[in-house]
């Protein structure tokens, strides 16, 4: 209950609802130019991952080897540095507040998943 709870506020009030529609158009965007569809199927991930985070957390997927390695280090280049910036800018904003320390965390949270998302998935917290 109390995951809901936070996530539907952070919905509403964390960015979470915002986050979510940036990372869609990125995908978007990364699907009409064809090459970058890889991206565009991490940007998807990380749009569901920043619109509901609490309760869910990264792993490695296990069959991920060197293709997506070299594409995280494309990505790290080109967008991933920049979006994780934002999300810790965010996180230290939300963070001096006691009722924005929560979203705080969450950003902090989206940071791994900026920098590196392909070879990574989404998976529900026990």
């Given at each position: 209950?109390?995951?809901?709870?936070?996530?539907?506020?952070?919905?509403?009030?964390?960015?979470?609802?915002?986050l979510a529609?940036?990372?869609?158009?990125?995908?978007?965007?990364?699907?009409?130019?064809?090459?970058?569809?890889?991206?565009?199927?991490?940007?998807?991930?990380?749009?569901?991952?920043?619109?509901?985070?609490?309760?869910?957390?990264?792993?490695?997927?296990?069959?991920?080897?060197?293709?997506?390695?070299?594409?995280?280090?494309?990505?790290?280049?080109?967008?991933?540095?920049?979006?994780?910036?934002?999300?810790?800018?965010?996180?230290?904003?939300?963070?001096?507040?006691?009722?924005?320390?929560?979203?705080?965390?969450?950003?902090?949270?989206?940071?791994?998943?900026?920098?590196?998302?392909?070879?990574?998935e989404v998976?529900?917290?026990?």
């Amino acid at each position: 209950m109390i995951r809901f709870l936070l996530n539907l506020l952070w919905l509403v009030f964390g960015g979470g609802f915002v986050l979510a529609l940036g990372y869609g158009v990125a995908a978007l965007i990364c699907f009409v130019l064809v090459v970058t569809i890889p991206f565009g199927v991490a940007s998807l991930r990380l749009a569901s991952y920043s619109l509901w985070p609490f309760g869910r957390t990264l792993v490695s997927k296990p069959g991920a080897g060197l293709p997506s390695g070299l594409a995280n280090v494309l990505w790290l280049v080109l967008a991933g540095w920049w979006l994780a910036l934002s999300h810790i800018l965010a996180g230290i904003a939300l963070c001096v507040t006691i009722i924005g320390f929560p979203f705080g965390v969450a950003n902090f949270k989206l940071v791994p998943a900026a920098l590196w998302p392909l070879g990574q998935e989404v998976v529900e917290t026990p």
